[in-house]
C-alpha cells in the first residue's frame, strides 16, 4: 500500500556535494555491516521547516557499470512504526549534475528487509530523522515482515 501521490512531498532541495569525506562501515538490519561514502546532503524545505538529508554512496555498487552514479537517500520521520515501515523508508537517487535537485518522497520505498530477513539492508542513520510526518510512498507492509 501507498499514500495518495501527493504534490507537495515533491521539493526542490540543494545539493552540496561533501568533499573530502571517509568511506565507513553502515550497519545494516541483520547486525552486518556495509561500505558506504557519505556522498553529499540535499537541504530542503517541508512543511515549512528547513530540512537535510545526508545521501551515501554504496561501495560496491559504485564499482559496477549500472550502478556507478547511484546514491541512497535512506531516511525515518513521524510515521515509522504506525503508518510507515519501522525502519525508515529509502529513495534512490542518482549523481547530480546541477547544485539544484528535485527530491520526491512520493517514490519513497521500503527496504527489503521489510518483507524478509535474508536481506541485509543498510539503517537509516541518526541524521536522517526527520521530525515531521511525510505521508508519502510506500506504507508499512502488514504482511509477515522481516526485520
Not at 543498510?122 to 526485520?147: F, M, Q, T
Amino acid at each position: 500500500p501507498y499514500f495518495a501521490v501527493n504534490p507537495v512531498y515533491k521539493v526542490t532541495a540543494a545539493f552540496v556535494r561533501t568533499p573530502d569525506e571517509k568511506k565507513f562501515q553502515m550497519p545494516t538490519m541483520d547486525g552486518k555491516f556495509k561500505t558506504h561514502l557519505k556522498y553529499g546532503e540535499l537541504h530542503f524545505k517541508l512543511a515549512g521547516k528547513a530540512l537535510s538529508l545526508a545521501v551515501y554512496q554504496s561501495e560496491k555498487l559504485s564499482q559496477t557499470e549500472e550502478y556507478k552514479d547511484y546514491l541512497l537517500v535512506p531516511f525515518k520521520d513521524l510515521t515509522c512504526g504506525k503508518e510507515s515501515y519501522k525502519g525508515g523508508r529509502y529513495i534512490d537517487f542518482r549523481i547530480p549534475e546541477k547544485s539544484e535537485v528535485s527530491l520526491d518522497f512520493n517514490l519513497a520505498y521500503n527496504p527489503s528487509c521489510a518483507y524478509a530477513t535474508r536481506f541485509s539492508c543498510p539503517v537509516v542513520p541518526r541524521v536522517n530523522d526527520l521530525n515531521i510526518a511525510v505521508r508519502a510512498g510506500e506504507k508499512a507492509y502488514r504482511g509477515k515482515a522481516g526485520h
